[in-house]
Nanobody
Framework: VQLQASGGGRVQTGGSLRLSCAASGRTFSSPSRGWFRQAPGKAREFVAAIDWSGGSTVYADSVKGRFTISRDNHRNTVYLQMNSLIPGDTAVYYC???????????????WGQGTQVTVSS
């Protein structure tokens, strides 16, 4: 499975961005998708995850009510809509593919290259 993340950029506090993660290859073998992020000097952390059908989602407490994960299986693409952004959201955002919808990064076998999100105050 190959993953290509895009949509990052620089916004001010309170702004919005939508990240996309396009998948190709044997996507059926790793149907769940997750978004993680890594700020400078910090460990990579879970943000959100979604199952194959889109009927089950899970979010980190820090983004609940602000971020929404969704997917379009016809386009093999997963999205992360990020609203009410704050400087603490600044990080490189990575999409990942795995068999199960988990919050643990070790559960994901395939990773995209990351896209930078910068939120200025």
């Amino acid at each position: 499975v190959q993953l290509q993340a895009s949509g990052g950029g620089r916004v001010q506090t309170g702004g919005s961005l939508r990240l996309s993660c396009a998948a190709s290859g044997r996507t059926f073998s790793s149907p769940s998708r997750g978004w993680f992020r890594q700020a400078p000097g910090k460990a990579r952390e879970f943000v959100a995850a979604i199952d194959w059908s889109g009927g089950s989602t899970v979010y980190a407490d820090s983004v609940k009510g602000r971020f929404t994960i969704s997917r379009d299986n016809h386009r093999n693409t997963v999205y992360l809509q990020m609203n009410s952004l704050i400087p603490g959201d600044t990080a490189v955002y990575y999409c990942a593919a795995g068999l199960h919808t988990r919050t643990d990064l070790l559960a994901y076998e395939y990773w995209g290259q990351g896209t930078q999100v910068t939120v200025s105050s």
